[in-house]
């Protein structure tokens, strides 16, 4: 895919699942979280489902988790300009649940779309339910953390969930490793192809088209 035709390639897929009614998270969910960030971004991060503020929102990671990731990003001198964030599921489970396994194999299809677009090289899965459905494995995430995997010509590195830290301090220091872990991944070479760090931004016309459609805010696209 020509890398100029990515940001509108999100945009229209967007546009295509944002009234989803394809599982029962549909009749709960105030807005699908469809993700938001870089449509260049060589770094992926994919969280398990929107919680209560993402769902107000329509954004991936807002609140406390929200600034975690903010802060473990400027610990790696980068920011969400640079990255892409999404979740596998696109709707909010009530009350926050744990996301169902039959409601994953009906979304999962909209995470594997967004990779296959924005073409990351390295995805980091933030928590168990990302690690296991990239990976394809019933392993725990605490077995996988921090090693990094092959998958289809793309780096896997499984980390813990940033809302970790929330309820258990302890697991800042190792996600903060987990994260430099990332830099030396990126350092190492792997930014070299047709990724470029740091992409030009969305200009406000590109979503003239969809003025009225869509709640810009919502896309987030850098
Ligand atoms: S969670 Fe996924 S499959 Fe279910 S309604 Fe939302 S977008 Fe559709």
Redesign the pocket.
Known sequence: MEDTNRREELKDFFLG?KN???????GT?TK?VFGSGNAFAEVMFVGEAPGKNEDLQGLPFVGRAGKILDDLLGSIEMDRKQVFIANV???RPPGNRDPKLE?IN??KS?LFKQIDIINPKLICTLGRYSTQLLLETTEGISGLRGKTFNIGGRTILPINHPAAALYAPSRMEILEKDFQRIKEIMDSGSRSGNNSKVAPKIEPSDFEEAKGKIEEEQLGLF
């Open positions: 699942i989803c009614l394809e599982c029962e998270l549909s969910r699908l599921l696109k709707c409601e009906t979304c909209y």
